[in-house]
Structure formats: structure tokens, C-alpha cells
């Protein structure tokens, strides 16, 4: 069972002045152009795995169909920051269902029935402003929703060149595992894997390599 609509309006009294939702289907001109910013900041190249050269070349069927998964499907929800009074979005993220077993977002092998959060961004102008907790507790919240899977950890991946994201997951709960993975663009470079388990849960945020 999806409890997706209850999740939202605890994180929406959790912050008065902005709503964080999931993206509607019919939004996609707004996704993409969000994933378009997000992929000309000047962080982009050590917080990203797409570039913008790519992106802006793909067809509007793309973002349509993307934006659609991201609205309503089992395995995916984009969950956006946007004003109270109805404004412009100021960030959002996107949270995978990775099921034990079976193949994650980075092409290695799920030792979890887990959500991988991806595609983190909130605009500079509304940083510092508490976005990003507000993003990540709609999407933990959902995490924690699902019955198929029981979700027992939610993680993501940070290069280790982004202090600052780095610095940033950590004020939210999310710990380093010890699992590191060669950057694609640069395998000189590691991203390391932080989470956070369930709960009242214990021993999910290990190493996946054992």
C-alpha cells in the first residue's frame, strides 16, 4: 500500500511557507527544465552521472514518460518543494525502489530491499533554508509507507569531492557504510554510499560487498 498523500501533509505542516509534493504526470515541461538547471549548476559534474549536453538532446517523450513513472508508479516517486501560494519549484528529489536481489541503480546487485535517493537538487537562492530536509523526509516518509517492499534502509551516493553534499546528508541522518564505488566519469574518484536504516530497525546499513 502506497501512503503517499498522508506523508505529505505531515511534511507540509512540518513547514508552513512550502509544499512538498509529488510531481504531478501532466508536469513534465516543469521536471525537465528543473533536471536542466539542476544539470547546468556548477556542482553538476561531481553530483551528477548525466550531463546537460546529453539531456537537452533527449525528446519530449522522454520527460513525458519519466515524469509519468515519477507520478504514480510502484517503483519511483519525484518529490518537489514548491511555495505554499503555488510558486516555482525550489528543489526536489527522486526515490528508487531497489529490491534485494536484483539490479540497482548503479549497476551492481541489491543486497536490499531499499530506496535510493537520486537527482538531490534545491535552486542556491533557497538553500540554507531547510528544502532539503523537507525533500528528504517526504521521501523517507514514503520509504517507510511501502508494505511491498518493506523498505529497510533508504541510501544514496555522494562523491567524494562534494563536501558539501556530503556534509549536508550527514546533518540528516545518513551514514557513511564503508561501500565506496569508482566514480563513471572518473574512476580516480569514489563516491561513497550513506544511509539510513528503518526505524527501530538494526545491521542494515552494511557493507553490500560482503
Known amino acids: 500500500m502506497d501512503r503517499t498523500n498522508r506523508a505529505e501533509r505531515a511534511v507540509n505542516l512540518g513547514n508552513a511557507g512550502w509544499a ?46 519519466r515524469t509519468e513513472r515519477s507520478a504514480g508508479g510502484t517503483s519511483v516517486r519525484q518529490f518537489v518543494a514548491e511555495p505554499a501560494d503555488g510558486g516555482g519549484w525550489a528543489g526536489s528529489v527522486v526515490a ?18 531499499q530506496v535510493h535517493l537520486v537527482a538531490v537538487y534545491v535552486r542556491p537562492e533557497h538553500r540554507g533554508a531547510g528544502l ?34 556530503r556534509g549536508a546528508y550527514r546533518k540528516l541522518g545518513f551514514e557513511p557504510t564503508g561501500r565506496t564505488v569508482p566514480v563513471e566519469s572518473d574512476p580516480s574518484a569514489q563516491e561513497f554510499e550513506l544511509a539510513v536504516a528503518r526505524p527501530g530497525a538494526a545491521g542494515s546499513q552494511g557493507d553490500e560487498r560482503g
Open 132 to 165: 532539503l530536509k523537507e525533500l528528504f523526509d517526504a521521501a523517507t516518509a514514503w520509504a517507510w509507507s511501502l508494505e511491498e517492499p518493506r523498505v529497510e534502509r533508504v541510501r544514496l551516493y555522494v562523491d567524494e569531492r562534494n563536501g558539501r553534499a
Open 96 to 113: 528508487l525502489v531497489e529490491r534485494r536481489g536484483t539490479t540497482d541503480a548503479l549497476g551492481g546487485v541489491s543486497a536490499y530491499d
Open 20 to 65: 512538498v509534493r509529488v510531481v504531478r504526470a501532466d508536469e513534465w515541461v516543469r521536471a525537465k527544465a528543473l533536471r536542466l538547471e539542476a544539470l547546468r549548476d556548477p556542482a553538476a559534474p561531481i553530483a551528477y552521472l548525466e550531463t546537460y549536453e546529453d539531456a537537452v538532446q533527449r525528446p519530449d517523450s522522454f520527460w513525458r514518460e
